[in-house]
Each structure stands twice: as structure tokens, then as C-alpha cells.
């Protein structure tokens, strides 16, 4: 599980559509497509995404553009993720990665 908050400090009254925080988990593998012992020049990727999930903290959903006033202050939104139980760990290959993270 993973817990936290997001923290916003608004200088001035801003107009904004919300607040919202995302949470990936995905897989990239890339190679160069060959012929024998000779690199052909192309490069083959693929993406895998575990988990793929966006959370609205405050305000409208991602896709509705309505937008309000948020005044000036300082706001905190806690959070909470769980994980889903079969991922594998965190990887690192010039061929590809594994990575988890929030934005």
C-alpha cells in the first residue's frame, strides 16, 4: 500500500479543473531487429502497463473541462494504493525496464 498526500499552496486565486494524482506500474522492452550478425537498423518496443490508475483528489474527473476557483491557501489531499499482488520487482536493462511510480 502506498500513502501519502499531495500538497498544493496557491498564492493567488486560480481557476483549475482539479487535482489528481497517477499511479503507473509498467514494462518497456526494446530491441534492434537483426539479421544474422548484423543489425538491420530497427527497433522494436513494446509497452506492458501493470497498472495504469488516476485518482481525482479534488475537483471534476480528468475528462470534464467544467473548471473552478480554488482560493488562495494551503490545501493537502491524502492518498491511498494498493498494489496489486503479482507485479514483478523494479528492473533495469539497456533492453527494457520495470518501474513503478506517481505523478
Known amino acids: 500500500v502506498i ?16 487535482v489528481g494524482i497517477l499511479f503507473r506500474g509498467l514494462e518497456v522492452t526494446e530491441l534492434n531487429t537483426t539479421h544474422g550478425s548484423a543489425t538491420v ?4 518496443s513494446e ?3 501493470f497498472f495504469d490508475t488516476r485518482v481525482t483528489l479534488c475537483g ?3 475528462k470534464q473541462k467544467k ?3 480554488i ?9 491511498e494504493f ?10 533495469t536493462h539497456p533492453n527494457g ?7
Open 71 to 79: 482560493e488562495s491557501g494551503c490545501y493537502m489531499w491524502p492518498f
Open 97 to 103: 525496464y520495470v518501474k513503478y511510480f506517481t505523478k
Open 60 to 62: 471534476n474527473p480528468r
Open 3 to 18: 500513502r501519502g498526500a499531495v500538497c498544493l499552496n496557491v498564492g493567488k486565486p486560480k481557476k483549475i479543473r482539479g
Open 82 to 91: 494498493t498494489l496489486p499482488l503479482e507485479i514483478p520487482p523494479t528492473f
Open 41 to 44: 537498423g530497427s527497433r522494436v
Open 67 to 69: 473548471s473552478f476557483k
Open 47 to 49: 509497452k506492458v502497463f
